[in-house]
Structures are given as C-alpha cells and as structure tokens.
C-alpha cells in the first residue's frame, strides 16, 4: 500500500511529476496492501498458462499439415482429451498447492525486499534484473533438476513431469505437488538475492513460465525470436530430454545449455544429432 494520499502527494515526496505508467500504478495499487498485490502472482501464473499455449493446441489439433514439418516427434498424435486432462491436473496443482504457497510467503517476499513503492523501476534495470534471474535459475535448476534424476527421487517424484515423452506446451507445469515445491525454489532465488519492484517480481514468473511453454511446445519454429538468444537451449534441446525418460543423462538446464556443456552432460544429445544427420544422408 503506498504512504501517499493522492499523486500530488507523491510527485512531492519523488521532488519530480509521476510517469504516466506510474500515474496508473498510484491508481492501480495505492489502497491495496501489498500481500494482495504479492497474491496476483497466481493470477497472472494461471492467465498465462491458459493463453500461451493456446497457439500450439491449434496447431496440434487443427490438422494443418504444413506444420508437422516444424513438429520434433511428427508421429506423435496429440488429442483434446489428452490436453484437457493436462491442462485440469495442472490448474488443480495450481490451486492446491501453488495458491496456498503464495499465501505463506507473501511476509517472506516482502521481508526480501520485493517493494510495490513508487518510483517504478527503469526499463534498464528490469532488464538486468530479468537476466540475472534466469542466469541463477538456470544454474541451481541445472543442479536439482539432475538430482532428480537419481533413481529414488526419478521414480517417486520427477517420473510424473516424464509422463510425457513427447512434451506439450501445457505440460511445461506438468509434475508431481513436490517437485513444484523443490523446483520453485530457483525461481525464487534471483529475486531474494537481487530484490526487485514487483512488477518485476510478475514479469519474471511469467517470462519463466512462457519460455517453459516454449520449451516444452513440441515444436521448433524457424522464425522463433528465442533462437537469436545466446545458449539457448529451446524446444529440440528439452524435446530429447523428454523422448529419452528415465534414462536421461543429457540435457538437465531449463533454458541455457552451457551448464550442461561444462558438466559434460550433453554427450547423448550430441550422438543422438549425429545419428540423426547421418540419417539424412
């Protein structure tokens, strides 16, 4: 909840006028308080989850054959039924686990430093911020995502997410409660270590969320704006993670791949390509 009764008073206490983006932040947040804007999170995580994949379903059940030449497993067959009950597992994982952890760590984002004050941050600063929080997410996820591959933590927890050894946009949040939990943690790492205003704390959630959509879509696009990203990993990247399973000892980082290169845990990827180019030939 901001300390200002009305924008004079804040253009006062700033010494300069409000932007006219922050004009509608004074009028968007000024009376709520700050555990009900830390809560839209879950709004903003369950809006985007519904929407973005929408293009790739489309796709996938429209029967627009000019499109399978971009589809990494084209025999493959999706169905509604298959994409609905996803879709209805995840928004129920959302709800029962996902809401009510928002809720509890509301006084812990605030006490992080994660503000809703005035003045909004620059565009410039959002953008390091942005970087530096999927830089630290996709080193720590590399790690946990690879202890999850163990055989006990594979078999009781991570082998749900792996139902789907084709992968579809919307099983990006596809898993079991407690994987969420373990793998919400790197999400959360940035922002605690380089707090942010929480516009940027949304922002990020959501690009999260809509490059694991990305990530997971099934389809590589040639026009795709990711692939001019340096160590991006992408769709085909995660796409081999998936068809290979349980097994999976390449191709652990969430959206770069130089974690994965360092570690030496690329290997299958780079001979399951060979094989594929010496296919063409």
């Known amino acids: 909840m901001l300390p200002y ?6 253009e006062e206490a700033l010494s300069r006028a409000l932007s006219f983006a922050e004009k ?26 519904t929407l973005a994949p929408l293009p790739y379903v489309f796709i996938s059940l429209g029967g627009f054959k000019n499109m399978d030449k971009y589809k990494i497993q084209p025999k493959v067959k999706d169905s509604f039924f298959n994409m609905f009950k996803c879709y209805k597992d995840v928004m129920q994982t959302f709800l029962l686990v996902v809401g009510p952890l928002q809720v509890i760590s509301s006084s812990t984002v605030q006490w992080i430093g994660i503000r809703t004050s005035l003045p909004l941050p620059h565009l410039s600063q959002v953008f390091v911020q942005i970087v530096v929080y999927f830089i630290v997410e996709d080193f720590s996820h590399y ?21 789907y050894t084709a992968p579809i946009g919307l099983a990006a949040p596809y898993a079991h409660w407690a994987e969420i939990l373990i793998l919400g943690l790197p999400s959360f790492l940035g922002p605690a270590l380089v707090p942010c205003h929480i516009t940027t704390y949304w922002l990020w959630f959501v690009l999260r969320q809509l490059e694991a959509i990305e990530t997971h879509s ?8 990711t692939k001019f990203i340096p160590f991006y990993g992408g ?21 770069f791949t130089y974690c994965d290169y360092i570690y030496g845990t690329h290997k299958g990827y780079q001979s399951h390509k060979q094989v594929l180019e010496k296919a063409k030939l």
């Open 24 to 49: 509608l932040w004074f009028k968007y947040s000024a009376k709520k308080p700050d555990h009900i804007l830390h809560y839209h999170n879950i709004i903003f995580l369950m809006l985007f989850y």
């Open 143 to 163: 790690w946990i995502h690879r202890m999850l591959h163990c055989k006990w933590a594979y078999e009781k927890i991570h082998r749900v997410h792996h139902e």
């Open 235 to 255: 769709a085909k990247y995660h796409n081999y993670h998936h068809y290979v399973g349980g097994r999976s000892k390449s191709n652990f980082a969430s959206v």
């Open 5 to 10: 009764r009305n924008i004079e008073e804040a």
């Open 218 to 225: 099934g389809y590589s696009f040639p026009w795709s704006p």
